[in-house]
């Protein structure tokens, strides 16, 4: 649920206290945690943490716009949703957050890099800590081009490897084409061979009548 505040402190102020507390705790961890060079504000209707344009002036690649997202915490209506951009993108670092939270023995809901809770005992706040305190603003930087390099290359892979199976489809098509028109051939062949045959055995018994005939009549 997007929230219209323009400040962090105005986006608290609009929470119901329970819910407010809730946001706060898990805000401290990730404050106390946090490189220098993020920045925390108000994106994309909730709390964000990003890498500022002045720090990297492209953006985020869907709307370079916006400052690279880093982190966020968002209260939905049903629960607390708490981002974490630095999961996103690396199957190696999804998997070593999902084994150290395993290990805490709490249940993990998550999506691609939305973990979704209702209160604090919810979630293994020391490996969202260790996560967070693991990347500086310059090696966020360093690994989310990584990532968008590769998904960039994704489509152009999947363009080669379509267009090198269409190719194939249609080189067997047309191999096929050429071997049933020439069993057509071969059959018509055959066919025609058949026929020749029948005629020459035909005239030939003809013949033989016509000679017998002719043998009859010398006899009378």
């Not at 691609?112 to 209702?118: G, S």
Request: proline share 4%.
């Amino acid at each position: 649920m997007q929230s219209k505040a323009t400040t962090v402190e105005a986006y608290l102020a609009e929470l119901p206290e329970d819910r407010r507390a809730v946001v706060e705790q898990v805000r401290a961890v990730i404050r106390a945690n946090l490189h220098s060079g993020f920045e925390e504000g108000i994106q994309y209707g909730m709390i964000g943490y990003y890498v500022p344009h002045r720090l990297y002036p492209p953006g985020y690649h869907c709307d370079p716009k916006q400052p690279l997202p880093f982190a966020g915490i968002s209260s939905q209506k049903n629960y607390i949703s708490m981002y974490l951009g630095c999961v996103y993108g690396s199957d190696a670092v999804a998997e070593k957050f999902k084994r150290a939270w395993a290990a805490t023995g709490k249940k993990l809901d998550m999506g691609k890099a939305c973990i979704r809770f209702k209160k604090p005992e919810d979630l293994a706040l020391d490996v969202i800590a260790d996560t967070i305190k693991s990347i500086s603003a310059a090696g966020y930087i360093a690994y989310y081009e990584s990532a968008i390099k590769t998904t960039r290359n994704r489509p152009a892979k999947a363009a080669v490897k379509k267009a090198a199976k269409t190719s194939s489809r249609r080189t067997a098509k047309k191999t096929a084409a050429v071997r049933r028109a020439a069993k057509k051939r071969a059959s018509k062949t055959a066919a025609s061979g058949a026929a020749s045959k029948k005629t020459r055995t035909v005239s030939g018994s003809d013949l033989s009548t016509k000679k017998a005939g002719r043998r009859v009549s010398l006899k009378k």
